[in-house]
């Protein structure tokens, strides 16, 4: 059975899903159903992942023969191993012939290789968009950042998070390591304070937060954008999950 997360209204819909709600009985339904191609996309990603790993071990065994200049094939290739064996080398013709037939036979294996990676690299993206993508928009949107503002955010925080072996969301600091903070806390402290201009005016995000009444009062976790810039990336995650703020 699907599962159906019921909302009283469409405005009360999550924009990610907004394509995937049906109206029913006065309800807004969404269906698990449309998000089976996550699924469908790991098998097949695995798939693919075999599939390169046989080709790449197929393509070295060849490596050595690039020397050829040319490809032959691979009956032709024993053949002339037999010969060698045998004390009679083949005359130049049939060498340049068997040569050609390699180059061939490679480049075939290369082309392959490659479609084989391209197909690869659109599941990854495809994989990447339903359980990285998708989410952190809901999650920014509840922090309060716009919606007309959330493409924006998507590409400005690109190389901020990434996926672990288990799926699990994970916010990177500015050297690529684990910042040691949520998602949820990256938009509504760090981010906020780095790009203020893309939140609502109001202040107030769908996770509940409250305008800001402080604004000109200096407290103890308010510091200069100067001070700030001394610190490490995980003195940095630790000031702003204490719901430290950055003035100037």
């Known amino acids: 059975m699907p599962v159906e997360i019921l909302y009283e209204s469409r405005d009360a819909v999550p924009e990610s899903l907004a394509s995937h709600v049906v109206e029913r009985d006065g309800k807004f339904v969404f269906q698990a159903e449309p998000l089976s191609v996550v699924s469908e996309t790991q098998s097949k990603l695995k798939k693919l992942r075999a599939d390169l790993d046989a080709k790449a071990a197929a393509l070295g065994k060849y490596g050595k023969l690039n020397e050829l200049g040319d490809e032959l094939d691979i009956d032709e290739l024993l053949e002339l191993r037999e010969l060698k064996k045998q004390g009679k080398p083949l005359a130049p013709d049939e060498k340049s012939d068997i040569e050609r037939q390699y180059r061939k036979q490679l480049d075939k294996l290369s082309n392959d290789l490659k479609a084989r990676d391209e197909g690869l690299t659109a599941a990854q993206r495809e994989l990447q968009h339903y359980k990285l993508t998708v989410p952190?928009?809901?999650?920014?949107?509840?922090?309060?950042?716009?919606?007309?503002?959330?493409?924006?955010?998507?590409?400005?925080?690109?190389?901020?998070?990434?996926?672990?072996?288990?799926?699990?969301?994970?916010?990177?600091?500015?050297?690529?390591?684990?910042?040691?903070?949520?998602?949820?806390?990256?938009?509504?402290?760090?981010?906020?304070?780095?790009?203020?201009?893309?939140?609502?005016?109001?202040?107030?995000?769908?996770?509940?937060?409250?305008?800001?009444?402080?604004?000109?009062?200096?407290?103890?976790?308010?510091?200069?954008?100067?001070?700030?810039?001394?610190?490490?990336?995980?003195?940095?995650?630790?000031?702003?999950?204490?719901?430290?703020?950055?003035?100037?």
């Open 136 to 248: 952190l928009r809901d999650i920014a949107a509840k922090a309060g950042v716009g919606t007309n503002n959330l493409d924006l955010m998507v590409l400005d925080t690109a190389k901020r998070f990434k996926l672990d072996e288990t799926g699990k969301i994970i916010v990177l600091d500015d050297d690529g390591d684990d910042a040691g903070i949520t998602p949820k806390d990256f938009f509504e402290k760090l981010y906020k304070a780095q790009r203020p201009n893309l939140y609502d005016a109001t202040g107030a995000g769908g996770s509940g937060a409250k305008p800001d009444t402080t604004a000109g009062k200096t407290s103890a976790k308010t510091i200069t954008r100067a001070a700030e810039s001394q610190m490490t990336p995980q003195e940095k995650a630790a000031f702003y999950r204490d719901g430290g703020t950055v003035s100037g």
